[in-house]
């Protein structure tokens, strides 16, 4: 026998060698925590495994050690996904079902290479480190149902390297870290619900070129985009009221940006190290500008400055020695 089943639970299944292709049975309604982790134990030769449309639930651990098993299609019955379900499979292409509500962190520190997931309509979640351990991606399909984004839910994956990928618009919340370090994204739509871009939201994303805010935006948060060196285009929007600690800090490529009437707030160092900015605006509206908010922007000239802010000034703008900016204040 194949599989021990018990109540309608698949409760483990015993590798047989000659055994390449394996279907679960219909009337199986879950498979069991650590259900086919034999597979850390002896060789396996599955390579193929067809899930029922009666599963409801895969478990803990449940399919980790497949690492013969290249591609899954995870059913729309299926509603709940345990933790570290795939974990160090060898899936090259994963569909996950309709059914699935939240995508929890079905990886593993230690690297997960996937050509392709599609995430189907229905997800809501993606939950903390879901998708951080994610190696070689081509394409990720997100689909526009999803909601938010828990911390850290992508953070230091190459997902996008190379690839394609698509920022849904009903996001209502991107946690700290949530995409930090995450390479390969060009170009962020912040959608119109978001309130605020929390910490390090997209900090360290090397190949982002790209991001335009949503009028919903009132803050951006500490390091939200900081070090990504090929940001160069910034479209902020009009009812931003705070620019928050380093939020630009490190962005090598940002050249000019402007700051939108209704800003209120420039954080300590929030443009600091950016090297190349040479132009932005200052609102009237702004009432406080951080300790070194503009500190080592070596070429950034003819900046004027409301008045009321003169007592700010000399600490927010103090330049590395040998500096050729030339600031002009009212």
Same mark, same amino acid.
């Given at each position: ?21 394996? *279907? ?9 925590d650590?259900?086919?982790q034999?597979? $850390? ?7 193929e495994?067809?899930?029922?449309? !009666?599963? +409801? ?8 050690? =497949?690492?013969n ?5 995870? %059913?729309d019955?299926?509603?709940e996904?345990?933790?570290?379900c ?7 292409? =994963? ?10 962190? $079905? ?10 997931? &599609?995430?189907s309509?229905?997800? *809501?979640? &993606? ?13 990720? #399909?997100?689909?526009?149902t ?8 992508? +953070? ?6 190379d690839?394609?990928?698509? $920022? ?25 619900? /978001? ?6 939201? $997209?900090?360290?994303? /090397?190949?982002?070129? !790209?991001?335009?805010?949503?009028d ?15 940001l ?6 009009? @009812? ?5 600690e ?7 490529s940002?050249?000019?940006? +402007?700051?939108?009437? @209704?800003?209120e707030e420039?954080? %300590?160092k ?18 406080v500008i ?9 070429? /950034? ?6 008045? #009321?802010?003169e ?6 703008? !103090? ?6 900016? #030339?600031?002009?204040?009212?």
């Amino acid at each position: 026998m194949s599989a021990i089943i018990e109540n309608g639970v698949l409760v483990k299944y015993n590798h047989d060698p000659n055994e390449t292709s394996y *279907e679960i049975p219909e009337g199986v309604t879950e498979i069991g925590d650590y259900a086919f982790q034999a597979a $850390f134990r002896q060789p396996t030769y599955l390579t193929e495994l067809k899930i029922p449309n !009666t599963v +409801t639930r895969i478990g803990e651990f449940a399919l980790s050690g =497949l690492r013969n098993v290249k591609e899954l299609v995870v %059913p729309d019955s299926v509603t709940e996904l345990g933790r570290g379900c795939f974990c160090s499979t060898g899936f090259k292409r =994963l569909v996950i079902g309709k059914g699935v509500k939240t995508l929890p962190p $079905f990886m593993d520190d230690g690297g997960f290479t996937l050509n392709e997931i &599609i995430l189907s309509d229905g997800l *809501e979640e &993606i939950c903390t480190s879901a998708l951080g351990a994610v190696r070689g991606m081509r394409v990720l #399909h997100i689909p526009e149902t999803v909601k938010i984004f828990r911390r850290r839910a992508l +953070t230091g994956s190459d997902i996008f390297l190379d690839g394609e990928v698509n $920022f849904p618009k009903n996001v209502e919340l991107v946690e700290n870290l949530a995409f930090d370090g995450a390479s390969g994204i060009d170009t962020v739509d912040l959608a119109p619900g /978001l309130k605020k871009v929390w910490e390090g939201s $997209f900090s360290g994303c /090397l190949s982002l070129r !790209t991001v335009n805010f949503s009028d919903s935006i009132t803050e951006i948060g500490y390091k939200a985009f900081a070090y990504c060196k090929k940001l160069s285009k910034v479209n902020l929007n009009r @009812g931003l009221k705070v620019i928050g600690e380093r939020a630009f800090s490190g962005d090598s490529s940002l050249t000019e940006i +402007t700051l939108p009437d @209704g800003v209120e707030e420039i954080a %300590p160092k929030a443009f600091y190290a950016c090297v190349n900015l040479k132009k932005i605006n200052i609102p009237d509206s702004v009432k406080v500008i951080g300790k070194d908010a503009f500190y080592n922007c070596p070429w /950034l000239e003819n900046l004027e400055l409301p008045a #009321h802010l003169e007592s700010q000034r000399a600490a927010a703008f !103090t330049p590395y020695e040998g500096a050729t900016g #030339h600031y002009r204040f009212e």
